[in-house]
Protein backbone atom coordinates (compact mmCIF):
# COMPACT_ATOMS: atom_id res chain seq x y z
CA UNK A 1 0.00 0.00 0.00
CA UNK A 2 2.74 2.66 -1.36
CA UNK A 3 4.70 2.25 1.93
CA UNK A 4 2.08 3.32 4.36
CA UNK A 5 3.02 2.56 7.82
CA UNK A 6 0.39 -0.36 9.41
CA UNK A 7 -1.35 2.09 11.63
CA UNK A 8 -2.32 3.88 8.20
CA UNK A 9 -2.85 0.61 6.49
CA UNK A 10 -5.71 -0.09 9.48
CA UNK A 11 -7.58 3.11 9.10
CA UNK A 12 -7.63 2.82 5.85
CA UNK A 13 -9.41 -0.31 5.93
CA UNK A 14 -11.47 0.64 9.03
CA UNK A 15 -12.83 3.68 7.08
CA UNK A 16 -13.83 1.66 4.27
CA UNK A 17 -15.65 -1.64 5.01
CA UNK A 18 -17.44 0.98 7.89
CA UNK A 19 -18.79 3.18 4.78
CA UNK A 20 -19.48 0.78 2.40
CA UNK A 21 -21.38 -1.45 5.36
CA UNK A 22 -23.32 2.03 6.52
CA UNK A 23 -24.17 2.26 2.71
CA UNK A 24 -25.75 -0.66 2.38
CA UNK A 25 -27.40 -0.79 4.78
CA UNK A 26 -29.25 2.41 4.01
CA UNK A 27 -30.29 0.22 1.28
CA UNK A 28 -33.27 -1.60 3.44
CA UNK A 29 -35.54 1.61 3.32
CA UNK A 30 -35.63 1.57 -0.72
CA UNK A 31 -39.12 0.28 -2.01
CA UNK A 32 -39.84 2.55 -4.33
CA UNK A 33 -38.69 5.12 -6.64
CA UNK A 34 -39.04 7.76 -4.46
CA UNK A 35 -37.22 6.46 -1.80
CA UNK A 36 -34.12 5.48 -4.34
CA UNK A 37 -34.01 8.91 -6.03
CA UNK A 38 -35.80 11.27 -3.34
CA UNK A 39 -36.41 10.21 -0.13
CA UNK A 40 -38.14 13.15 1.63
CA UNK A 41 -37.33 12.27 5.59
CA UNK A 42 -33.99 14.24 6.74
CA UNK A 43 -33.79 16.90 8.93
CA UNK A 44 -31.17 20.06 9.22
CA UNK A 45 -28.04 18.66 10.41
CA UNK A 46 -28.33 15.71 7.92
CA UNK A 47 -29.18 17.88 5.00
CA UNK A 48 -26.25 20.35 6.20
CA UNK A 49 -23.60 17.43 6.11
CA UNK A 50 -24.86 16.32 2.98
CA UNK A 51 -25.28 19.40 0.71
CA UNK A 52 -21.69 19.91 2.60
CA UNK A 53 -20.42 16.25 1.61
CA UNK A 54 -21.98 16.25 -2.09
CA UNK A 55 -20.83 20.02 -2.45
CA UNK A 56 -17.44 19.58 -1.36
CA UNK A 57 -14.57 17.22 -2.69
CA UNK A 58 -10.57 16.72 -2.78
CA UNK A 59 -10.22 17.84 -6.82
CA UNK A 60 -11.62 21.35 -5.23
CA UNK A 61 -8.77 21.51 -2.34
CA UNK A 62 -6.16 20.12 -5.49
CA UNK A 63 -7.68 23.00 -7.80
CA UNK A 64 -7.23 25.81 -5.24
CA UNK A 65 -4.19 24.60 -3.69
CA UNK A 66 -2.00 24.14 -7.42
CA UNK A 67 -3.60 28.09 -7.99
CA UNK A 68 -2.47 29.28 -4.58
CA UNK A 69 0.74 27.68 -5.40
CA UNK A 70 1.14 28.95 -8.91
CA UNK A 71 -0.30 32.30 -8.77
CA UNK A 72 -0.91 33.25 -4.81
CA UNK A 73 -4.24 33.81 -2.76
CA UNK A 74 -5.45 34.85 -5.62
CA UNK A 75 -6.47 31.36 -6.32
CA UNK A 76 -9.02 30.96 -3.24
CA UNK A 77 -11.51 32.27 -6.13
CA UNK A 78 -11.33 28.67 -7.69
CA UNK A 79 -13.62 27.84 -5.15
CA UNK A 80 -14.70 30.97 -3.63
CA UNK A 81 -16.59 32.08 -6.82
CA UNK A 82 -19.56 30.38 -5.57
CA UNK A 83 -19.05 32.59 -2.00
CA UNK A 84 -20.88 35.16 -3.53
CA UNK A 85 -23.65 33.06 -4.44
CA UNK A 86 -23.98 31.46 -0.93
CA UNK A 87 -26.77 34.05 0.16
CA UNK A 88 -28.60 33.29 -2.76
CA UNK A 89 -29.18 29.61 -1.57
CA UNK A 90 -31.08 30.29 1.21
CA UNK A 91 -33.87 31.57 -1.23
CA UNK A 92 -33.44 29.10 -3.94
CA UNK A 93 -34.14 25.72 -1.71
CA UNK A 94 -37.88 26.32 -0.55
CA UNK A 95 -38.26 27.11 -4.18
CA UNK A 96 -36.58 23.66 -4.93
CA UNK A 97 -38.84 22.21 -2.42
CA UNK A 98 -42.09 23.72 -3.51
CA UNK A 99 -41.67 22.21 -6.90
CA UNK A 100 -42.23 18.70 -5.34
CA UNK A 101 -40.41 17.26 -8.03
CA UNK A 102 -37.89 13.72 -8.14
CA UNK A 103 -35.95 15.69 -10.49
CA UNK A 104 -34.47 18.91 -12.01
CA UNK A 105 -35.93 17.74 -15.38
CA UNK A 106 -39.59 17.66 -13.77
CA UNK A 107 -39.73 20.97 -13.37
CA UNK A 108 -38.75 21.65 -17.28
CA UNK A 109 -41.60 19.46 -18.15
CA UNK A 110 -43.73 21.05 -15.86
CA UNK A 111 -42.86 24.28 -17.35
CA UNK A 112 -42.25 23.69 -20.88
CA UNK A 113 -42.86 20.14 -21.96
CA UNK A 114 -41.13 17.27 -22.00
CA UNK A 115 -38.92 17.35 -24.80
CA UNK A 116 -37.14 20.43 -22.48
CA UNK A 117 -37.67 17.97 -20.03
CA UNK A 118 -35.44 15.28 -22.34
CA UNK A 119 -32.83 18.22 -23.28
CA UNK A 120 -31.96 19.11 -19.95
CA UNK A 121 -31.69 15.42 -18.80
CA UNK A 122 -29.05 14.66 -21.23
CA UNK A 123 -27.21 17.91 -20.90
CA UNK A 124 -27.75 17.40 -17.34
CA UNK A 125 -26.07 13.67 -17.01
CA UNK A 126 -23.39 14.99 -19.54
CA UNK A 127 -22.66 17.88 -16.63
CA UNK A 128 -22.65 14.96 -13.77
CA UNK A 129 -20.56 13.21 -16.19
CA UNK A 130 -17.89 16.24 -16.12
CA UNK A 131 -17.90 16.93 -12.42
CA UNK A 132 -17.46 12.97 -11.61
CA UNK A 133 -14.23 13.21 -13.88
CA UNK A 134 -12.79 15.98 -12.70
CA UNK A 135 -13.24 14.62 -9.08
CA UNK A 136 -11.86 11.41 -9.85
CA UNK A 137 -8.58 13.20 -11.83
CA UNK A 138 -8.22 15.37 -8.61
CA UNK A 139 -8.25 12.97 -6.22
CA UNK A 140 -6.71 10.68 -7.77
CA UNK A 141 -3.65 12.61 -8.27
CA UNK A 142 -2.96 13.99 -4.87
CA UNK A 143 -3.70 10.26 -3.44
CA UNK A 144 -1.48 8.82 -5.68
CA UNK A 145 1.45 11.74 -4.41
CA UNK A 146 0.51 10.78 -1.09
CA UNK A 147 1.30 7.32 -1.71
CA UNK A 148 4.48 8.51 -3.14
CA UNK A 149 3.43 7.31 -6.42
CA UNK A 150 3.88 3.88 -5.36
CA UNK A 151 0.01 3.50 -6.88
CA UNK A 152 -1.09 5.23 -9.85
CA UNK A 153 -3.50 7.71 -10.44
CA UNK A 154 -5.70 5.30 -12.94
CA UNK A 155 -5.29 2.70 -10.46
CA UNK A 156 -6.77 4.99 -7.64
CA UNK A 157 -9.07 6.43 -9.99
CA UNK A 158 -10.48 2.45 -10.60
CA UNK A 159 -10.46 1.63 -7.08
CA UNK A 160 -12.56 4.83 -5.50
CA UNK A 161 -15.12 4.27 -7.84
CA UNK A 162 -15.73 0.82 -7.24
CA UNK A 163 -16.16 1.77 -3.68
CA UNK A 164 -18.43 4.18 -3.63
CA UNK A 165 -20.51 2.11 -6.66
CA UNK A 166 -21.45 -0.45 -4.05
CA UNK A 167 -23.37 1.26 -1.30
CA UNK A 168 -24.27 4.04 -4.10
CA UNK A 169 -26.53 1.42 -6.10
CA UNK A 170 -27.53 -0.24 -3.53
CA UNK A 171 -29.13 2.41 -1.20
CA UNK A 172 -29.52 5.24 -3.60
CA UNK A 173 -30.13 9.03 -1.82
CA UNK A 174 -30.73 7.78 1.26
CA UNK A 175 -27.43 5.92 1.15
CA UNK A 176 -25.73 9.26 0.21
CA UNK A 177 -27.01 11.12 3.05
CA UNK A 178 -26.07 8.87 5.56
CA UNK A 179 -22.82 8.51 4.31
CA UNK A 180 -22.36 11.93 3.59
CA UNK A 181 -22.86 12.97 7.64
CA UNK A 182 -19.28 10.69 8.21
CA UNK A 183 -17.57 11.55 4.89
CA UNK A 184 -18.41 15.44 6.07
CA UNK A 185 -16.64 15.19 9.12
CA UNK A 186 -13.45 13.58 7.26
CA UNK A 187 -13.45 16.11 5.17
CA UNK A 188 -13.36 18.98 7.58
CA UNK A 189 -10.58 16.55 9.23
CA UNK A 190 -8.79 16.16 5.62
CA UNK A 191 -9.27 20.20 5.04
CA UNK A 192 -7.74 21.44 8.43
CA UNK A 193 -5.14 18.60 9.59
CA UNK A 194 -2.09 19.25 8.20
CA UNK A 195 -2.23 23.29 8.13
CA UNK A 196 -0.79 23.80 11.35
CA UNK A 197 2.48 22.46 10.96
CA UNK A 198 2.78 23.39 7.27
CA UNK A 199 2.71 26.56 8.69
CA UNK A 200 4.74 26.05 11.64
CA UNK A 201 7.45 24.23 9.36
CA UNK A 202 7.80 27.59 7.05
CA UNK A 203 7.59 30.27 9.87
CA UNK A 204 4.13 31.30 9.60
CA UNK A 205 2.65 33.90 7.13
CA UNK A 206 5.50 36.01 7.75
CA UNK A 207 8.26 32.93 7.22
CA UNK A 208 5.96 32.35 3.78
CA UNK A 209 6.37 36.48 3.13
CA UNK A 210 10.10 36.53 3.46
CA UNK A 211 10.44 33.17 1.05
CA UNK A 212 8.24 34.37 -1.34
CA UNK A 213 9.27 37.56 -2.70
CA UNK A 214 6.57 38.25 -5.50
CA UNK A 215 4.07 40.82 -3.64
CA UNK A 216 0.94 39.07 -6.32
CA UNK A 217 1.18 36.53 -4.27
CA UNK A 218 -0.70 37.86 -0.91
CA UNK A 219 -2.79 39.80 -2.92
CA UNK A 220 -6.69 38.89 -2.90
CA UNK A 221 -7.07 40.06 -6.58
CA UNK A 222 -4.67 40.39 -9.31
CA UNK A 223 -5.39 42.75 -12.21
CA UNK A 224 -4.27 41.12 -15.07
CA UNK A 225 -5.64 37.45 -14.26
CA UNK A 226 -8.11 37.07 -11.13
CA UNK A 227 -9.30 40.63 -10.62
CA UNK A 228 -12.55 41.96 -9.53
CA UNK A 229 -14.04 41.69 -12.94
CA UNK A 230 -12.97 38.18 -13.25
CA UNK A 231 -14.43 37.43 -9.90
CA UNK A 232 -17.85 39.38 -10.78
CA UNK A 233 -18.64 37.90 -13.69
CA UNK A 234 -18.12 34.16 -13.09
CA UNK A 235 -19.75 34.13 -9.75
CA UNK A 236 -22.71 35.59 -11.62
CA UNK A 237 -22.19 32.50 -14.12
CA UNK A 238 -22.34 30.51 -11.29
CA UNK A 239 -25.35 31.73 -9.56
CA UNK A 240 -27.40 31.26 -12.87
CA UNK A 241 -26.13 27.67 -13.01
CA UNK A 242 -26.53 26.48 -9.40
CA UNK A 243 -29.75 25.55 -10.04
CA UNK A 244 -29.43 23.44 -12.92
CA UNK A 245 -26.78 21.01 -11.07
CA UNK A 246 -28.83 18.30 -10.92
CA UNK A 247 -27.95 17.36 -7.54
CA UNK A 248 -29.00 20.53 -6.25
CA UNK A 249 -32.47 19.40 -6.02
CA UNK A 250 -31.20 16.27 -4.07
CA UNK A 251 -29.84 18.95 -1.82
CA UNK A 252 -32.42 21.33 -1.12
CA UNK A 253 -35.75 18.91 -0.90
CA UNK A 254 -34.45 15.87 0.83
CA UNK A 255 -35.50 17.36 3.76
CA UNK A 256 -38.86 17.17 5.42
CA UNK A 257 -39.66 21.41 5.31
CA UNK A 258 -38.37 24.03 3.40
CA UNK A 259 -36.84 25.34 6.45
CA UNK A 260 -34.72 22.08 6.47
CA UNK A 261 -33.77 22.51 2.77
CA UNK A 262 -32.90 26.34 3.38
CA UNK A 263 -30.39 25.87 6.55
CA UNK A 264 -28.92 22.06 4.88
CA UNK A 265 -28.06 24.10 1.67
CA UNK A 266 -27.03 27.71 3.37
CA UNK A 267 -25.24 26.43 5.93
CA UNK A 268 -23.22 23.17 4.23
CA UNK A 269 -22.17 25.31 1.86
CA UNK A 270 -20.75 27.97 4.24
CA UNK A 271 -18.87 25.30 5.92
CA UNK A 272 -17.01 24.23 2.64
CA UNK A 273 -16.24 28.48 2.58
CA UNK A 274 -14.28 27.86 5.33
CA UNK A 275 -12.34 24.95 4.38
CA UNK A 276 -11.17 26.76 1.21
CA UNK A 277 -9.41 28.99 3.36
CA UNK A 278 -7.81 25.85 4.78
CA UNK A 279 -6.84 24.97 1.11
CA UNK A 280 -5.28 27.94 0.04
CA UNK A 281 -3.10 28.89 2.78
CA UNK A 282 -1.58 25.10 2.77
CA UNK A 283 -0.88 25.91 -1.25
CA UNK A 284 0.61 29.21 -0.71
CA UNK A 285 2.79 27.45 2.25
CA UNK A 286 3.75 25.09 -0.45
CA UNK A 287 5.06 27.50 -2.51
CA UNK A 288 7.73 28.43 0.05
CA UNK A 289 8.57 25.04 1.34
CA UNK A 290 8.50 23.29 -2.27
CA UNK A 291 10.82 26.75 -3.99
CA UNK A 292 13.03 25.95 -6.81
CA UNK A 293 11.59 22.37 -7.01
CA UNK A 294 9.74 21.39 -10.01
CA UNK A 295 6.35 19.80 -8.80
CA UNK A 296 3.24 19.39 -10.52
CA UNK A 297 0.94 21.88 -8.92
CA UNK A 298 -2.03 19.65 -9.12
CA UNK A 299 0.21 16.98 -6.60
CA UNK A 300 1.19 19.64 -4.18
CA UNK A 301 -1.45 18.72 -1.63
CA UNK A 302 -0.60 14.96 -1.54
CA UNK A 303 3.07 15.92 -1.64
CA UNK A 304 2.62 18.57 1.34
CA UNK A 305 0.66 15.11 3.13
CA UNK A 306 3.08 13.01 2.48
CA UNK A 307 6.01 15.16 3.60
CA UNK A 308 4.55 16.25 6.73
CA UNK A 309 1.99 13.89 8.18
CA UNK A 310 4.10 10.41 9.02
CA UNK A 311 6.40 12.36 10.99
CA UNK A 312 3.67 13.37 13.14
CA UNK A 313 2.16 10.49 14.15
CA UNK A 314 1.60 7.08 12.58
CA UNK A 315 -1.96 7.01 11.76
CA UNK A 316 -2.15 10.33 10.12
CA UNK A 317 -1.66 9.81 6.64
CA UNK A 318 -4.42 7.20 6.74
CA UNK A 319 -6.58 9.41 8.22
CA UNK A 320 -5.26 12.25 5.84
CA UNK A 321 -6.19 9.41 2.79
CA UNK A 322 -9.57 8.24 4.04
CA UNK A 323 -10.61 11.79 4.56
CA UNK A 324 -10.01 12.20 0.82
CA UNK A 325 -11.51 9.49 -0.63
CA UNK A 326 -14.43 10.02 1.51
CA UNK A 327 -14.43 13.64 0.07
CA UNK A 328 -14.68 12.15 -3.35
CA UNK A 329 -16.97 9.32 -2.42
CA UNK A 330 -19.51 11.67 -0.97
CA UNK A 331 -19.94 13.79 -3.75
CA UNK A 332 -20.00 10.88 -6.58
CA UNK A 333 -22.72 8.62 -5.01
CA UNK A 334 -24.91 11.63 -5.10
CA UNK A 335 -24.09 13.03 -8.45
CA UNK A 336 -24.27 8.85 -10.20
CA UNK A 337 -27.98 9.03 -8.31
CA UNK A 338 -29.14 12.67 -9.75
CA UNK A 339 -28.33 11.58 -13.25
CA UNK A 340 -29.42 8.38 -12.85
CA UNK A 341 -32.75 10.08 -11.89
CA UNK A 342 -32.85 12.05 -14.49
CA UNK A 343 -32.84 9.29 -17.22
CA UNK A 344 -34.84 7.24 -15.16
CA UNK A 345 -37.60 9.09 -14.45
CA UNK A 346 -37.45 11.83 -17.58
CA UNK A 347 -36.61 9.77 -19.93
CA UNK A 348 -36.86 6.07 -20.11
CA UNK A 349 -40.17 6.09 -18.03
CA UNK A 350 -42.69 8.33 -20.34
CA UNK A 351 -41.14 5.69 -23.23
CA UNK A 352 -41.88 2.35 -21.40
CA UNK A 353 -44.71 3.74 -18.69
CA UNK A 354 -46.91 1.38 -16.63
CA UNK A 355 -43.85 -1.16 -15.55
CA UNK A 356 -43.39 -1.42 -11.79
CA UNK A 357 -41.50 0.27 -9.44
CA UNK A 358 -38.62 -2.78 -9.12
CA UNK A 359 -38.23 -2.49 -12.85
CA UNK A 360 -37.61 1.03 -12.96
CA UNK A 361 -35.09 1.15 -9.62
CA UNK A 362 -33.39 -1.56 -12.48
CA UNK A 363 -32.98 0.29 -14.61
CA UNK A 364 -31.84 2.94 -12.52
CA UNK A 365 -29.14 1.21 -10.98
CA UNK A 366 -27.39 0.20 -14.32
CA UNK A 367 -28.16 3.80 -15.54
CA UNK A 368 -25.92 4.92 -12.72
CA UNK A 369 -22.98 2.48 -13.66
CA UNK A 370 -23.17 3.61 -17.50
CA UNK A 371 -22.73 7.31 -16.34
CA UNK A 372 -19.68 6.95 -13.88
CA UNK A 373 -18.21 4.77 -16.17
CA UNK A 374 -18.69 7.99 -18.85
CA UNK A 375 -16.81 10.10 -15.74
CA UNK A 376 -13.95 7.94 -15.51
CA UNK A 377 -13.33 8.18 -19.27
CA UNK A 378 -13.62 11.66 -19.26
CA UNK A 379 -11.37 11.40 -16.25
CA UNK A 380 -8.72 9.38 -17.92
CA UNK A 381 -9.00 12.38 -21.17
CA UNK A 382 -8.57 15.23 -18.86
CA UNK A 383 -5.36 17.22 -19.08
CA UNK A 384 -5.80 18.71 -15.40
CA UNK A 385 -8.06 19.55 -12.46
CA UNK A 386 -8.21 23.30 -13.69
CA UNK A 387 -9.24 22.76 -16.93
CA UNK A 388 -11.80 20.66 -16.04
CA UNK A 389 -12.97 23.09 -13.22
CA UNK A 390 -13.60 25.46 -15.78
CA UNK A 391 -15.42 23.42 -18.06
CA UNK A 392 -18.01 22.44 -15.46
CA UNK A 393 -18.11 26.17 -14.51
CA UNK A 394 -19.63 26.53 -18.01
CA UNK A 395 -22.31 23.80 -19.02
CA UNK A 396 -25.07 24.64 -16.46
CA UNK A 397 -25.49 28.00 -16.90
CA UNK A 398 -26.71 27.71 -20.53
CA UNK A 399 -29.53 25.40 -18.58
CA UNK A 400 -29.82 27.98 -16.25
CA UNK A 401 -30.72 30.70 -18.28
CA UNK A 402 -33.85 28.26 -19.31
CA UNK A 403 -34.84 28.36 -15.97
CA UNK A 404 -34.46 31.78 -14.98
CA UNK A 405 -36.64 32.91 -17.63
CA UNK A 406 -39.07 30.63 -17.68
CA UNK A 407 -39.48 31.12 -13.64
CA UNK A 408 -39.61 35.21 -14.22
CA UNK A 409 -40.99 35.84 -17.60
CA UNK A 410 -44.36 34.27 -18.18
CA UNK A 411 -43.88 34.82 -22.08
CA UNK A 412 -41.06 31.99 -22.39
CA UNK A 413 -41.42 29.66 -24.65
CA UNK A 414 -40.85 26.10 -25.70
CA UNK A 415 -38.88 26.82 -29.13
CA UNK A 416 -37.29 30.07 -27.13
CA UNK A 417 -36.28 27.32 -24.62
CA UNK A 418 -34.33 25.58 -27.12
CA UNK A 419 -33.13 28.83 -28.71
CA UNK A 420 -31.28 29.91 -25.57
CA UNK A 421 -29.78 26.36 -25.17
CA UNK A 422 -29.01 25.69 -28.53
CA UNK A 423 -27.17 29.14 -29.21
CA UNK A 424 -25.32 28.98 -25.81
CA UNK A 425 -23.89 25.89 -26.64
CA UNK A 426 -23.10 27.34 -30.23
CA UNK A 427 -21.49 30.46 -28.76
CA UNK A 428 -19.36 29.19 -26.36
CA UNK A 429 -17.92 26.81 -29.26
CA UNK A 430 -17.01 30.02 -31.45
CA UNK A 431 -15.29 31.50 -28.76
CA UNK A 432 -12.70 28.44 -28.12
CA UNK A 433 -12.01 29.30 -31.96
CA UNK A 434 -8.61 30.54 -32.85
CA UNK A 435 -10.54 32.00 -35.63
CA UNK A 436 -12.83 34.09 -33.66
CA UNK A 437 -9.87 34.73 -31.25
CA UNK A 438 -7.58 36.42 -34.08
CA UNK A 439 -10.76 38.80 -35.24
CA UNK A 440 -12.01 39.83 -31.75
CA UNK A 441 -8.33 40.53 -30.70
CA UNK A 442 -7.88 43.07 -33.60
CA UNK A 443 -10.86 45.16 -32.58
CA UNK A 444 -10.00 48.57 -31.62
CA UNK A 445 -10.98 47.67 -27.46
CA UNK A 446 -9.43 44.36 -27.37
CA UNK A 447 -6.35 45.60 -25.54
CA UNK A 448 -8.18 47.83 -23.30
CA UNK A 449 -10.59 45.27 -22.33
CA UNK A 450 -8.65 42.58 -22.14
CA UNK A 451 -10.67 40.36 -24.70
CA UNK A 452 -8.35 37.82 -25.12
CA UNK A 453 -6.08 35.87 -22.27
CA UNK A 454 -2.57 36.40 -21.81
CA UNK A 455 -1.75 33.62 -23.56
CA UNK A 456 -3.41 34.71 -26.76
CA UNK A 457 -4.92 31.64 -27.82
CA UNK A 458 -8.20 31.94 -26.29
CA UNK A 459 -10.82 34.73 -25.17
CA UNK A 460 -10.34 35.99 -21.39
CA UNK A 461 -12.52 33.23 -19.60
CA UNK A 462 -15.22 36.18 -18.23
CA UNK A 463 -15.37 37.76 -21.56
CA UNK A 464 -16.32 34.41 -22.77
CA UNK A 465 -19.04 33.91 -20.39
CA UNK A 466 -20.99 37.00 -21.31
CA UNK A 467 -20.79 36.38 -24.72
CA UNK A 468 -22.45 32.75 -24.31
CA UNK A 469 -24.93 33.93 -21.59
CA UNK A 470 -25.89 37.09 -23.48
CA UNK A 471 -26.35 35.36 -26.62
CA UNK A 472 -28.34 32.71 -25.39
CA UNK A 473 -30.97 34.99 -23.28
CA UNK A 474 -31.37 37.12 -26.58
CA UNK A 475 -32.09 34.39 -28.69
CA UNK A 476 -34.33 33.35 -25.98
CA UNK A 477 -36.07 36.27 -25.69
CA UNK A 478 -36.57 37.21 -29.44
CA UNK A 479 -37.38 33.00 -29.88
CA UNK A 480 -40.29 33.19 -27.41
CA UNK A 481 -41.90 36.18 -28.43
CA UNK A 482 -42.15 35.22 -31.87
CA UNK A 483 -43.65 31.44 -31.30
CA UNK A 484 -46.75 30.16 -29.63
CA UNK A 485 -46.68 31.08 -26.00
CA UNK A 486 -47.64 28.08 -23.51
CA UNK A 487 -50.86 27.68 -22.22
CA UNK A 488 -52.27 29.65 -19.60
CA UNK A 489 -53.47 26.37 -17.30
CA UNK A 490 -49.88 24.98 -17.62
CA UNK A 491 -48.63 28.36 -16.35
CA UNK A 492 -50.92 28.70 -13.22
CA UNK A 493 -50.03 24.93 -12.08
CA UNK A 494 -46.57 25.87 -12.30
CA UNK A 495 -46.40 28.81 -10.51
CA UNK A 496 -48.79 27.09 -8.23
CA UNK A 497 -46.40 25.12 -7.20
CA UNK A 498 -43.61 28.00 -6.23
CA UNK A 499 -46.39 29.83 -4.16
CA UNK A 500 -47.53 27.35 -2.35
CA UNK A 501 -45.27 26.11 1.16
CA UNK A 502 -44.40 22.72 1.76
CA UNK A 503 -46.39 20.88 5.33
CA UNK A 504 -43.95 19.53 7.28
CA UNK A 505 -46.01 15.67 7.03
CA UNK A 506 -46.69 16.66 3.22
CA UNK A 507 -44.40 13.45 2.13
CA UNK A 508 -43.87 12.77 -1.67
CA UNK A 509 -46.34 13.51 -4.10
CA UNK A 510 -48.45 11.11 -6.31
CA UNK A 511 -46.65 12.71 -9.19
CA UNK A 512 -43.79 14.38 -9.10
CA UNK A 513 -44.55 18.16 -9.38
CA UNK A 514 -48.52 18.06 -8.40
CA UNK A 515 -49.95 19.89 -5.63
CA UNK A 516 -51.66 17.23 -2.49
CA UNK A 517 -55.56 17.19 -2.98
CA UNK A 518 -57.45 20.01 -1.48
CA UNK A 519 -54.41 22.04 -0.72
CA UNK A 520 -55.32 26.01 -1.31
CA UNK A 521 -53.04 27.79 -3.32
CA UNK A 522 -52.02 31.27 -2.42
CA UNK A 523 -52.93 34.83 -3.90
CA UNK A 524 -50.48 36.28 -6.13
CA UNK A 525 -48.24 38.41 -4.42
CA UNK A 526 -45.84 40.18 -7.27
CA UNK A 527 -43.43 42.30 -6.27
CA UNK A 528 -42.86 42.82 -10.34
CA UNK A 529 -45.11 41.64 -12.83
CA UNK A 530 -45.14 44.49 -15.81
CA UNK A 531 -44.19 42.63 -19.09
CA UNK A 532 -45.19 39.48 -18.18
CA UNK A 533 -42.92 39.18 -15.18
CA UNK A 534 -43.23 37.08 -12.70
CA UNK A 535 -41.61 38.17 -9.50
CA UNK A 536 -42.97 37.13 -6.21
CA UNK A 537 -42.55 39.38 -2.86
CA UNK A 538 -39.96 37.77 -0.57
CA UNK A 539 -41.38 36.70 2.98
CA UNK A 540 -39.71 38.08 5.82
CA UNK A 541 -37.74 34.97 6.69
CA UNK A 542 -35.87 34.99 3.60
CA UNK A 543 -34.92 38.58 3.39
CA UNK A 544 -33.81 38.16 7.05
CA UNK A 545 -31.65 34.91 6.20
CA UNK A 546 -30.30 36.19 2.69
CA UNK A 547 -28.99 39.49 4.93
CA UNK A 548 -27.18 36.93 7.62
CA UNK A 549 -25.71 35.19 4.72
CA UNK A 550 -24.49 38.74 3.27
CA UNK A 551 -22.84 39.53 6.67
CA UNK A 552 -21.56 35.84 7.05
CA UNK A 553 -20.19 36.56 3.44
CA UNK A 554 -18.50 39.76 4.26
CA UNK A 555 -16.86 38.02 7.60
CA UNK A 556 -15.45 35.07 6.05
CA UNK A 557 -13.30 37.73 3.66
CA UNK A 558 -12.35 39.69 6.30
CA UNK A 559 -11.20 37.20 8.11
CA UNK A 560 -8.96 35.65 5.43
CA UNK A 561 -7.72 38.87 4.41
CA UNK A 562 -6.60 39.64 8.11
CA UNK A 563 -4.93 36.18 8.23
CA UNK A 564 -2.94 36.83 5.39
CA UNK A 565 -1.98 40.00 5.98
Not at 297 to 302: A, N
Not at 547 to 558: E, P, R
Request: neutral net charge; glycine residues 10%.
Amino acid sequence: MGGLHTADQIVLVIYLGGITLLGIWAAKGVRSMSDFFMPRRFGKWMLVMHAFGTGTHSDQAVGVASKTFTNGLSGIWYQWLWLLCTPFYWLIAPLMRRFRALTMADVFVTRFDHSVGVLFAVIGSVNLMVNIGVMLKGSGAVISSAFGHAVSTDTVIVAMTLMFLVYGIAGGLAAAILTDFVQGILTVIFSFLMLPFVLDAVGGIDGIRTALDDPQMFSLVVPSEIGLFYILVIAANGLIGIVTQPHVMGNCAAGRTEMDGRVGFTGGNFIKRLCTIAWSLTGLAAAAWLLGENVDPDEVYGLMARDFLPTIMPGLLGVFVASLLASVMSSCDSFMIASSALFTENVYKPWRSGRSDRHYLTVGRFVAVLVVAGGVAFAFWLPGVVQGLEIFWKIPSIMGLVFWLGLFWRRMTVAGAWATTGVGFLAWWATTQIAVVEWVGRLPMADGLGFVATSGDQLYLPWQMILYLTAGALAGVAVSLLSAPVAESQLESFYALTRTPVDSDEGNPMEPCTLPEGRQVPARDLLISMGGLEIERPSRISIVGFLASCLLVVLLIATFFAITQ
